[in-house]
């Protein structure tokens, strides 16, 4: 039983190229989660996808970032432009519906993000 | 901002019980206890969770108290590999919530 796969798990960029993470949930999971962990500090939300959806993304910086779950394929986080500020642990996890009988997150290992 | 109160380190002897302590003093009815563990930058692991009754796993176990106000989890045989930082999050159950992550405790198992 594969648990959450992210790839990249490391992935180094230049300041203004594009980073793309991706996510391949856990199997029977249809919602996804994307959190970033910036160096020495606490995991935080960022936004929350079933397929084709959007559900929340209050956690999403306004610019630059972007995030979707295509109806086939990974969930993808998507970072225009970046900045060194963008340096940190993503970190995805899955979970099945809300509501249902077990509705706990799991986690990927991460992507770390290094921008010079 | 966290729902929950933890200490911000501890230290257990290998072999040893380990009792983490996490103060939920505002939880509603409706909100699970969930308890997962970061060991070094590695994604986080979940370990156990509950509502009110006491929980077990191969993990761990989760003793909530009556008011649910405070829980514990407990590591019965704690390893040098179960040094990590140990998150106390609040989630009610259906919710299409993320979790909120605080600062947890660092947990620092010694020979």
């Known amino acids: 039983n594969a648990g959450v796969m992210q790839n990249p798990r490391h992935l180094v960029r230049r300041r203004g190229q594009e980073a793309r993470l991706r996510c391949s949930p856990m199997?029977?999971?249809?919602?996804v989660y994307w959190y970033r962990q910036l160096p020495e500090e606490g995991l935080k939300f960022m936004v929350y996808l079933q397929k084709e959806n959007i559900i929340d993304e209050s956690g999403m910086p306004k610019e630059r970032f972007s995030a979707e779950f295509p109806k086939e394929g990974p969930s993808i986080l998507r970072i225009q432009q970046v900045v060194r500020g963008d340096s940190a642990a993503y970190f995805c996890a899955s979970s099945p519906r809300p509501g249902a009988a077990q509705e706990t997150q799991y986690f990927g290992p991460g992507t770390r993000l290094l921008v010079l | 901002d966290a729902k929950t109160t933890q200490p911000p380190s501890m230290d257990c002897a290998e072999g040893r019980a380990a009792n983490l302590p996490c103060n939920h003093s505002t939880i509603s009815g409706n909100e699970y206890v969930y308890w997962y563990r970061q060991i070094h930058s590695q994604g986080p692991q979940y370990i156990i969770h509950g509502l009110k009754n006491n929980e077990t796993n191969e993990m761990a176990s989760l003793i909530i108290t009556e008011d649910r106000k405070s829980s514990t989890l407990i590591l019965p045989h704690a390893t040098l590999r179960d040094t990590a930082v140990y998150y106390c999050i609040v989630k009610p159950r259906g919710s299409q919530g993320n979790l909120i992550f605080g600062k947890g405790t660092k947990l620092s198992v010694k020979p």
């Open positions: 199997k029977g999971h249809s919602h």
